[in-house]
């Protein structure tokens, strides 16, 4: 037997189901609106929330870095050493989030899978919430703790797992999202850094969605519930808002001295080049100097929010500029998103596994970048997209 013919088997039943997709290619920066497969359309599919991907201040340090550094980093850090450059990005992000270390690592992702099984051990415990992003989940199945899930957003069932269980453990982890990716809801931090200081747990946050976003100039959802140096893990991407590539841990220093010793991307892995560090350094700088990006950002998702909501669609429970088109039916979800990309919107569609069966979803991601023009434009093709597959009225 063919050995792809598990493989092949596998891909028509994603044809059959209605979910088999393309990648499209954008030829082209991702802004506002794109070049993707030749074709102008406005993008509402892009993470990069406050549209300094394609920033120039961004790009001529990239650049600048370039020329003096070189295109990468050379090694794993541990063994070829830091360029200052990345040492100076640590400490204006350290700065930036108001915490007293931060340690960067080569993608939010890898943040996750290093940070969780270096600061847990057999005999504790993680206590994560039930919708938490797929890399706390491999971070958490890499660790040799014991695990619980709480329901989403539900303090409730926190508070009955750490009263039945906190004791038996040397120490205890609660780790949660602070801006859920899927739906755009905030996690309910405060009352969650009560029960762990009741039951002296650690706080750990993967705040991907909120830095950039929530927070004092987009310092995130910690800053957001004013709890600066009450959670002990704070991850946070630089490929998001930032606009760039990397993750990072805001932390305590001698977490992050241990973290140097024994996060296996950190160990094993070359670190972030130089012109991603350089550019991510010019991005905390204009958070530093202005609100304006976050201002407009919100602007725009209010806006948008408003005219989904008037034309009869389901957008869930989202606080954030993550706006989700709730279809629910997978196979729909994904005509609706290509029924947009004809109508000139590019929205992906999202269905399991990244959300539960019967929840698909076209992810509405807004950008500060966005005109008022592109904005009525791309509701005006979700009216009709919408009409033509009887999913609105």
Sequence with gaps: ??????????????????V????????????????????KVVNLSSNNYLGLADHPRL?????????????GAGSVRTIVGNQDILEELERELAKFKREEAVV????????????I????????????????????????????????IFRHADTEHLAEILAEKAEQYKRV???????????GDIAPLPEIVELAEKYNAYVYVDDAHGSGVLGEGGRGTIDHFHLNGR???IVGTLSKAIGVIGGYLATKTKVKEWLLHRARPLLFSTALPPAAIAATIEAVKILSESEALTEKLWDNAAYFKKGLKDLGFNTGQSKTPITPVIIGDEALTMKFSQQLLE?????????????????????????????????DFALNAFSAAGRKLKIIK
């Design 20 to 39: 088999y997709r393309v990648l499209p290619v954008n030829y082209g920066p991702c802004a506002n609106v794109i070049n993707l497969n030749n074709r």
């Design 173 to 183: 982890f609660i780790i949660t999202d602070g801006v859920f990716s899927m739906d």
């Design 231 to 233: 959670v002990d893990f």
């Design 104 to 115: 960067c690592f080569q993608s939010g992702l890898n943040c996750n899978l290093g940070v």
């Design 1 to 18: 037997m063919d050995k792809l013919t598990y493989f092949h088997e596998k891909v028509e039943e994603l044809k059959d189901a209605g």
């Design 343 to 375: 109508e000139g919107v590019f929205v992906s569609g999202i269905v399991f596994p990244t959300v539960p069966p019967g929840t698909g979803r076209c992810r509405v991601m807004l950008s500060a970048s966005h005109t008022k023009e592109d904005l």
């Design 59 to 71: 790009k001529e340090a990239a650049k600048k870095a370039i020329d003096k550094y070189g295109i």
């Design 117 to 148: 099984p270096a600061i847990t051990e057999k005999g504790d415990l993680i206590i994560s919430d039930e919708l938490n992003h797929a890399s706390i989940i491999d971070g958490v199945r890499l660790s040799r703790a014991d695990k619980a």
